[in-house]
Structure formats: C-alpha cells, structure tokens
C-alpha cells in the first residue's frame, strides 16, 4: 500500500473506533467529536480544544446539519487539521531544491 493508502486507513479506523462509542455507529456525535480530539490532538492544536471549540468545528463539519459528524464530512476535519499545523506563523513553503 501506498503512504497515502496508509493514511487514509489510519483515519477510517480512528473514525470507526469513535463513532462506535454511542448512538449511530456509523456518525461522531458531539461527546465522540470531543473525546477524539482530545484523545489525538496531542499536538499544537491540542491545547485549543474545549466545549467552544468542539462547537466550532462541530458546526464547519457539519454540513448537512443532522448535529453528528459523518466520514465524508470527517475529511473535513483532516483539511482543516492539515491547514492548522502546516500553517503555523509560516506564510508558505521553502524549497528545498
Ligand atoms: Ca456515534
Ligand atoms: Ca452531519
């Protein structure tokens, strides 16, 4: 499998592993969206994450507005969390070639 295959299945498995705790199975509710984040986001994001912030992201995955997190619109989150930690004070890339 590719890196990229490796990912992706790491981050189904992380899904699935949350979305089994209550409720629908197959959708984070907002008590699994928290305990996700705070359980993986050991990282520069981490220290962000409270009720408000839950809310927050809740509310930008949420695009279908049913109050759960769906794996289609958990991709989001990967997006935002990509964004959040290659854009830290940095304005763009170097090359290093
Ligand atoms: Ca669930
Ligand atoms: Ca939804």
Redesign the pocket.
């Known amino acids: 499998m590719s890196q990229l295959e490796l990912v992706l299945g790491s981050v189904i498995d992380l899904f699935r592993i ?12 907002r008590g ?1 969206l928290q305990r996700l984040l705070q359980a993986e986001l050991t990282g520069p994001l981490g220290k962000d994450v409270g009720p408000s912030f839950v809310d927050e992201l809740l509310h930008m995955l949420d695009t279908n507005q049913d109050g ?1 997190v769906d794996l289609k619109e958990f991709g989001g989150l990967i997006g935002i969390m990509a964004m959040g930690y290659s854009g830290k004070g940095k304005g763009g890339r170097t090359h290093s070639h």
């Open positions: 949350y979305a089994e705790l209550e409720g629908d199975r197959t959708k984070l509710s699994e759960e």
